[in-house]
Structures are given as structure tokens and as C-alpha cells.
């Protein structure tokens, strides 16, 4: 079904160009590019390298999808990347076989894969036409749809959804490509006996966001996508448990501190996609006690979606959605945004103290990147948010902050990671003079051409010369407090990237390419 969905997508998308090559050939003057409410910056010539900038940065982060994708790859862009894992999900007598492995190694675990859908659909949502500019929609598409192609494969019946493809303790005794994976794949799954409301809720916003992204293009495949998300997110509810509680073994991985946030970041997202005010009610009444509550900004990542959802609810206060009208909850939601605004902008009087010497954001020395970019994106939603609904002012304590002073912070975040940091090195593989050579990710470590099978391979992990391949558009983890950062393969907190991590800055850069107004409706795309 999933395989037979893609290509009938991609076939309609084609005809949609040609009659829109043929369209715009037609128009006297030769319109190159319009964008809906755009608006026009006074400092054009600075404006334009920057965006020069971004555009050239999300072209190539983009590519690193295609790094990661697992199953039959169609137009393989990746020279050194084969078919792999098309027998994934056989024993359960499923085609699991698409979606994307997770960093360096060759799992496809659930929890963070549907994390990176939810994440890209909404880059999409807000800034398509933005990637559409510079030729990245239908490559942003289409890496989505080959995650939610595995996600409505994993979930055979309302109760059950396939949560993970191939075992992490078998993987790591491993060194090899995975087009030559020769441990087995065995299956995880998450069930009304065995629960998992944070993953099977994390899937729902994943095919509830991804529905309004082919809601235009594909209306058929945008409903099924929004049937499945239903299902889930009524699972995830109805049998509350934490998945790593199912499976301790996970824990080692992708442990889940919580399944609140995303209950509450699912029932948003299907708020957004249905219009149906049950869901809204959900994150606004018992609910937002128990979950909502929470003692200062956190911080949005793969595990917590807290952030996420009072951003993305923010929306419906800040273009007066109807459903919303009156609701207090909705308004105690944005007063969560303020408070994490406030305590990003360095120069507020709430600033958070959690940064390093040049102002990169800092949580966590493994993955250290995966919470400034996730901080900077949210940012400049709000900026974005704020500037189009003409609420030009952010009050932190005493002092006032306009939607410019997001967009910049968004934008420290962003040039720190292409190169602007005490290393002078790019974070993200393939941009700028100098990267990470010795990125943690195996098919880029090892020769194409190399036979050596499971054990022998860790010659590759140990060598000392740069990767053969480059895993183009790979942000690696990034560096440590002081700054530093040492690019080593065996330095995995350092050089392993992931693929959720590029999820993030897809749209963070995506936001900076250009300066616009969002739609007020999520459903207008």
C-alpha cells in the first residue's frame, strides 16, 4: 500500500509542475517568485547575502534525509548509499522496510523517527514556500513521506504500533554498512498489554501533521494519514504507560521521561488538522493540570514536545482562532511561550544562564546542539507569529522586546552552528571551508567497496583517516561548555548526528531564507 501511495504522489506532483511551468511561462513579465503577505525588508543587499546564506545551508542539510533513508531507495542522490533493510518487518509479515535510521548505527527506532516527521511537517507547513524558493519542497516532501509511509505500515490495527526495527545490543557489537547488516531485525512493539502512550502519541502528531501537508496534493493519502493519527492518539490515551517502561531495554537509547507532553502535543496537532474542539478541550482542561504544569521554560527536543505545543497553541491566540475564542487555557499556554522567549533573549532581565561564553545555547554535553536549534526554531515562530498579527511587543519583567530581537537570537543560534564559534568549523557536513571529517555514522566511515563483515569493520571506526564518504548534511552533536570540540569517530557525543536533530534545523533554516508573514490557518496550506 505505503509504496504504491509514493509513486501515484509523485506522479501527481509532476503534472502539478508542468501545469505550472506552463502557467508561470505565460505570464507577461515573468514573475520569478511571489510569496503570499510577503513582507519586503529595507535592507535588501544585507538581506539578501544572509538569505544567500540560509538557502545554500538548507539545501545541503536536506540532503542528509536521503543519507539515512533504509528500504528501496528510488533516484538515489547518495552515491555511496544502497538498498537496505527491505526484508525489515517480514517476521510480523510487514513491509517495514522504508522510514530512516536513527544517527551512526542501523536502528529505526519509532519514537525519535516520528519525532523527526512532526518536526519536518511543520517546516513545511509554515515555510514551503520558503524551501519552495530555492527547489526544497518536494525533496522536504517526499523525505516525509517516506517516514510516514513505515509509520502507517507499523500500525496494522488500532491497539498496535511497531515501535522499533532491529536490536541496538546486536547493532553495536557491528561495524557495517547497512546494506550489508548482517545481524537480525527483530521487532518491538507497543499494544494495550505493553503501552506506549509517548511514542504512539508522538506518531499521531507525526500523520496528523503530516495530513495537512499533502492535504492539497493528495487528499486521498492526507486522509489516511489522519485516520491513522486518530487511532493513535485515542490508543495513547485510553492505555497510558511510558514505552520505555514496556521495554526497559530501550531506555539505554531513547529513554521517554514522560508521556504528558506528548499527549498534549498530539491532541494540538489534531486540533490544527480537524478543527474538532474535543482536542483542544483535552490540552486545556484536566489535562493541562496534569501535564501543562511545569515549574519554568523547558527545553524542546525529541524527548519533550512541551515547548513545542505552547508555541505552536500560541498560534491560535495570536490569530484569534474561533475555536479558541474565550478559552483561558489557550491564553495560559502563550503565557508559557513569553516566559521561554524571555528566558532566550540574552539581554532580558530572565535570561536563561544555561549558554556558553559566545551565547550558544547549552543543556547537555551529549547532542549538544539538538536544544539551541531547537530553541532558535521556536524563536522565530514566535517572531513570525508576533510580527503577523501586529503584536510587536514581548514584555520581559520591565523590559520590551520586539519580534527583530527573536529573529536575531534565532540567528546567532544558527550562524554559531555554519561556523561563527571559537572552533571555526561548520557543525553541518558539507557547508563551509571546514567540518567534521571523522563523522560517527558508518556507511560514511566505511568504503564503498569494502567487503569486511560484522567485527571486522571496526578497523573503519578506529582508522585515522578522514571518512571515505561524506554524510552530507549531517549536524553533528556539536561541543562541549568550554566550546571545544574534537573530531574523532570514537567521539560519538561529539560527531554522531541524527536525523531528528536535521528535522530541526531544516526548519530553522527554512524560517531564515527569506522574511514572510505565516498563514494564520495551518489548514491553508
Not at 511561462?25 to 535592507?43: C, E, P, Q, S
Not at 507547513?125 to 507499523?154: C, K, V
Not at 530572565?350 to 524563536?379: C, E, M, N, Y
Request: hydrophobic content about 35%.
Amino acid at each position: 500500500m505505503a509504496k504504491g501511495v509514493v509513486k501515484q504522489r509523485k506522479s501527481r506532483r509532476c503534472l502539478w509542475c508542468i501545469v505550472a511551468i506552463v502557467i508561470l511561462g505565460g505570464i507577461a513579465g515573468g514573475i520569478f517568485y511571489v510569496v503570499k503577505k510577503k513582507i519586503l525588508d529595507k535592507n535588501s543587499s544585507s538581506t539578501s547575502s544572509l538569505e544567500d546564506k540560509y538557502s545554500d545551508a538548507l539545501k545541503i542539510a536536506m540532503q542528509f534525509f536521503d543519507v539515512q533513508k533504509s528500504g528501496k531507495l528510488v533516484d538515489d542522490k547518495i552515491p555511496w548509499r544502497g538498498n537496505s533493510g527491505l526484508k525489515d518487518g517480514s517476521e510480523a509479515k510487514l513491509d517495514l522496510s522504508m522510514g530512516m535510521y536513527d544517527a551512526g548505527d542501523n536502528i529505526k527506532f519509532g519514537f525519535p523517527m516520528a519525532f523527526t516527521a512532526t518536526v519536518l511537517s511543520w517546516a513545511i507547513l509554515e515555510y514551503g514556500e520558503h524551501m519552495e524558493h530555492i527547489n526544497q519542497r518536494e525533496p522536504a516532501e517526499n523525505s516525509l513521506a517516506w517516514i510516514t509511509d513505515f509509520l502507517l505500515n507499523a500500525h496494522p490495527s488500532q491497539n498496535v504500533l511497531y515501535i522499533q526495527v532491529g536490536d541496538p545490543k546486536e547493532d553495536h557489537k557491528c561495524w557495517e554498512k547497512p546494506e550489508k547488516m548482517t545481524t537480525k531485525r527483530p521487532l518491538k512493539l507497543v499494544n494495550s498489554s505493553k503501552p506506549g502512550s509517548d511514542v504512539a502519541a508522538e506518531t499521531a502528531a507525526a500523520l496528523a501533521s503530516a495530513s495537512l501537508v499533502f492535504k492539497k496534493t493528495d487528499s486521498t493519502y492526507s486522509s489516511t494519514l489522519l485516520k491513522h493519527a486518530k487511532q493513535l492518539f485515542t490508543f495513547a490515551d485510553k492505555y497510558k504507560g511510558s514505552y520505555t517502561k514496556s521495554h526497559p531495554e530501550v531506555a539505554t537509547y531513547y529513554n521517554s521521561t514522560g508521556y504528558g507532553d506528548e499527549l498534549l502535543w498530539a491532541a494540538s496537532w489534531l486540533y490544527h488538522a480537524t478543527g474538532d474542539t474535543t482536542y483542544l478541550r483535552y490540552v486545556t482542561e484536566e489535562n493541562a493540570d496534569k501535564y501543562a504544569k511545569v515549574d519554568g521554560p523547558t527545553w524542546f527536543s525529541w524527548d519533550n514536545k512541551l515547548a513545542g505545543a505552547q508555541v505552536l497553541l500560541s498560534r491560535l491566540s495570536f490569530f484569534g482562532d474561533k475555536g479558541a475564542k474565550g478559552n483561558s487555557g489557550i491564553d495560559d499556554y502563550k503565557k508559557s511561550a513569553d516566559e521561554l522567549m524571555c528566558a532566550l533573549l540574552p539581554d532580558s532581565p530572565s535570561a536563561t544562564a544555561s549558554r556558553t561564553k559566545s551565547g550558544l545555547i547549552w543543556i547537555t554535553k551529549w547532542d549538544s546542539l539538538q536544544h539551541p536549534v531547537g530553541s532558535a526554531f521556536l524563536a522565530v515562530l514566535y517572531s513570525d507569529y508576533m510580527r503577523a498579527s501586529d503584536n510587536e511587543i514581548l514584555s520581559c519583567g520591565d523590559d520590551s522586546f520586539e519580534p527583530s530581537d527573536l529573529r536575531k537570537f534565532a540567528q546567532s543560534q544558527a550562524d554559531y552552528v555554519l561556523g561563527d564559534n571559537p572552533m571555526d568549523i561548520s557543525y553541518l557536513v558539507g557547508y563551509g571551508g571546514k567540518y567534521p571529517e571523522f563523522v560517527h555514522h558508518r556507511g560514511a566511515s566505511i568504503p564503498v567497496d569494502a567487503t569486511t563483515g560484522c567485527s571486522e569493520g571496526f578497523k573503519w571506526l578506529s582508522s585515522k583517516k578522514p571518512n571515505p564518504n561524506v554524510a552530507i548534511g549531517a549536524l553533528v552533536g556539536g561541543p562541549f561548555k568550554n566550546e571545544s570540540f574534537i573530531d574523532s569517530r570514537n567521539n560519538s557525543m561529539q560527531t554522531e548526528p541524527t536525523t531528528y536533530n536535521s528535522a530541526v534545523l531544516v526548519g530553522l533554516l527554512s524560517s531564515l531564507v527569506n522574511t514572510s508573514s505565516p498563514v494564520k490557518s495551518l489548514n491553508e496550506n
